[in-house]
C-alpha cells in the first residue's frame, strides 16, 4: 500500500499561483505515473496532469501553458504549480499514484480560485 499525503491548496484570487505537493509513504515500483484529477461541485473528477517514471507529462487542455506538474522521485514526491488561476478552477485536488497492481488516492486538497 501506498499513503498519500496532499498539501498546499486555498483560497486565492482569480490570477494568482498555488503549488500542490504530495508526498508518497514508499518508492513506487517502476513503471508508474502520479499525477492530479480534480472534482468540482457538481461534476464528475476529471485528470489534469500525469507524469510517468520516464518523465512524460500529459495534460487536460484546459490548463495547458497555466499548470507544471513535476516529481521529485529522491522524495516520492509529486507538485503542480499552478499558475494564472482561474475560477473554473475551483476544485478539490486529488493526488493519485499508480504502479503494477496498485492505483492509491490522496484524501484531496481544496482550492478556491475567487473573481
Known amino acids: 500500500q501506498v499513503q498519500l499525503v496532499e498539501s498546499g491548496g486555498g483560497l486565492v484570487q482569480a490570477g494568482v499561483s498555488l503549488r500542490l505537493s504530495c508526498a508518497a509513504s514508499?518508492?513506487?515500483?517502476?513503471?508508474?505515473?502520479m499525477g492530479w484529477y480534480r472534482q468540482a461541485p457538481g461534476k464528475q473528477r476529471e485528470l489534469v496532469a500525469t507524469?510517468?517514471?520516464?518523465?512524460?507529462?500529459n495534460y487536460v487542455d484546459s490548463v495547458k501553458g497555466r499548470f507544471t506538474i513535476s516529481r521529485d522521485s529522491a522524495k516520492n514526491t509529486v507538485y503542480l504549480q499552478m499558475n494564472n488561476l482561474k475560477p473554473e478552477d475551483t476544485a478539490i485536488y486529488y493526488c493519485?499514484?499508480?504502479?503494477?497492481?496498485?492505483?492509491?488516492w490522496g484524501q484531496g486538497t481544496q482550492v478556491t480560485v475567487s473573481s
Open positions: 507524469i510517468n517514471n520516464g518523465g512524460s507529462r
Open positions: 493519485n499514484a499508480r504502479e503494477y497492481g496498485g492505483n492509491y
Open positions: 514508499r518508492r513506487l515500483i517502476s513503471p508508474n505515473t
